[in-house]
């Protein structure tokens, strides 16, 4: 069956988190090469982000300290992103494929805060799902029952055999999209991306790709 949506996870797959991280490491004192070689190491060990931040600042808790610091810095950047943390591939990859007839949606666990921020930078995608706005986050299935959903909003009929999930991580991406019925791919950057790409739960994605113009190619080719 051809592909009609493309879906897009939010974190290392079209925005780089570099600064927001980077961020949270001057927040807590900490080197950047420090901060980036731990949570790196936590996660190539099996580990999640949040065991890594707890090995850097014991008894850290997320929410806590993200309303701590909206408070002492409530105009900062903060955890938030904007237009230069872009990936550079997503304009010109997200054209290509609009030009192709696909319909673009973008979906990822984040933060209400993550919808405006996306939608003024006017990607041109037919729907923004947040995980905090819908109440669930993934790897749970109601969050991709949701994907659907907003998927044939934008194009009636639209059914989860002709949905692509993209994402940078196995657990939270390739493997629940494939359970709910969707194609899913593998993107290979960020923190997790090429971990996971090396783990036998790779194998589960349709395809492995390094950025946004060899999925462009991919579903090209596959359409």
Do not use: C
């Amino acid at each position: 069956m051809a592909i009609r949506t493309v879906v897009f996870d939010v974190g290392e797959t079209l925005i780089d988190e570099t600064r927001i991280f980077a961020r949270w490491a001057d927040r807590f004192g900490i080197p950047h090469m420090a901060f980036f070689g731990t949570i790196g190491g936590v996660i190539a060990s099996g580990g999640t982000l949040t065991e890594g931040f707890r090995l850097l600042v014991p008894g850290f808790d997320l929410e806590s300290e993200s309303a701590r610091w909206r408070a002492e810095d409530p105009h900062g950047e903060r955890e938030h992103f904007g237009e230069r943390d872009l990936y550079p591939d997503v304009r010109p990859a997200f054209e290509r494929m609009r030009s192709a007839g696909l319909s673009l949606v973008i979906a990822g666990n984040q933060p209400s805060e993550a919808g405006p921020a996306l939608a003024a930078m006017e990607l041109g995608v037919d729907g923004i799902g947040i995980s905090d706005d819908w109440g669930v986050q993934k790897p749970h299935p109601d969050f991709f029952d949701r994907v659907v959903e907003l998927a044939a909003r934008s194009h009636p009929g639209t059914t989860a055999e002709q949905i692509l999930y993209v994402g940078d991580r196995t657990d939270n991406d390739v493997l629940p999209a494939r359970r709910a019925g969707m194609g899913a791919v593998l993107l290979r950057r960020g923190i997790y991306g090429y971990r996971h790409s090396a783990t036998p739960d790779a194998e589960a994605a349709d395809v492995v790709v390094d950025d946004l113009h060899q999925l462009a190619d991919w579903i090209a080719d596959r359409n």
